[in-house]
């Protein structure tokens, strides 16, 4: 019943803006850590951005750092991730996932969503 529904992806221009959002349901949204991760044709999932649980301690990957921002609303359950000055190499599949603890490793979030396309064009 653990539910993650990413949305928001689509087609954007380099430097252009998307703000992607996550749903969440069937778990105890706001004790759980949120994070974001990409995973590009041919390279690794990679982390993006991760949220504790009062949305008050944040990190962020050193690619994203300062044009990215990871936001939540426990009250709507949605974690969201905005995205500004995209770049070609922000494409990708972005995944949110939920985790008991505060880590920017996959290993380490217990729940996944099915993941939402990003496509940054010139």
């Known amino acids: 019943q653990v539910q993650l529904v990413e949305s928001g992806g689509g087609l954007v221009q380099v430097g252009g803006s998307l703000r992607l959002s996550c749903a969440a349901s069937g778990f105890d949204f706001s004790v759980y850590s949120m994070g974001w991760f990409r995973q590009a044709p041919g390279t690794e999932r990679e982390f993006v951005a991760v949220?504790?649980?009062?949305?008050?301690?944040?990190a962020y990957a050193d690619s994203v750092k300062g044009r990215f921002t990871i936001s939540r609303d426990n009250g709507k359950n949605t974690v969201y991730l905005q995205m500004n000055s995209m770049k070609h190499e922000d494409t990708g599949v972005y995944y949110c996932?939920?985790?008991?603890?505060?880590?920017?490793?996959?290993?380490?979030?217990?729940?996944w969503g099915q993941g939402t396309q990003v496509t940054v064009s010139s």
């Open positions: 996932a939920a985790g008991r603890g505060f880590s920017q490793r996959g290993a380490d979030f217990q729940s």
């Open positions: 949220l504790n649980w009062s949305g008050r301690r944040e």
